[in-house]
Nanobody
Framework: QVQLVESGGGLVQTGGSLRLSCAAS????????MGWYRQTPGKLVAGITS????NYAESAKGRFAISRDNAKNTMYLQINSLAPEDTDVYYC?????????????WGQGTQVTVSS
């Protein structure tokens, strides 16, 4: 069973930064699409394909940066200039094939809390 394990969340002050990590139990080169999904309002904030193409939600552009390290089977989300509205549970998600459709893999989520 494929596992995605997030880490890196926590409590940070407004203006601070965090780097979330998502470690996979399989080679991420076999995962066509990976991304970070916010619990509220339930949407993808950033995604990256196996070839390295990225996309961001409008609200994430400029402050979020998604990346992946295939050698470490890990995906990252760098979040800068954090604001209270970024507070949420962030889930690592993955899709075996294709760029659309339901996600095959979900992590357990990591809490990000931004204090004002």
């Amino acid at each position: 069973q494929v596992q995605l394990v997030e880490s890196g969340g926590g409590l940070v002050q407004t203006g601070g930064s965090l780097r979330l990590s998502c470690a996979a139990s399989i080679s991420i080169t076999s995962i066509a699409f990976m991304g970070w999904y916010r619990q509220t309002p339930g949407k993808l904030v950033a995604g990256i394909t196996s070839t390295g193409s990225t996309n961001y939600a409008e609200s994430a552009k400029g402050r979020f940066a998604i990346s992946r390290d295939n050698a470490k089977n890990t995906m990252y989300l760098q979040i800068n200039s954090l604001a209270p509205e970024d507070t949420d549970v962030y889930y690592c998600v993955g899709r075996r094939a294709g760029l659309t459709g339901p996600y095959d893999y979900w992590g357990q989520g990591t809490q990000v809390t931004v204090s004002s």
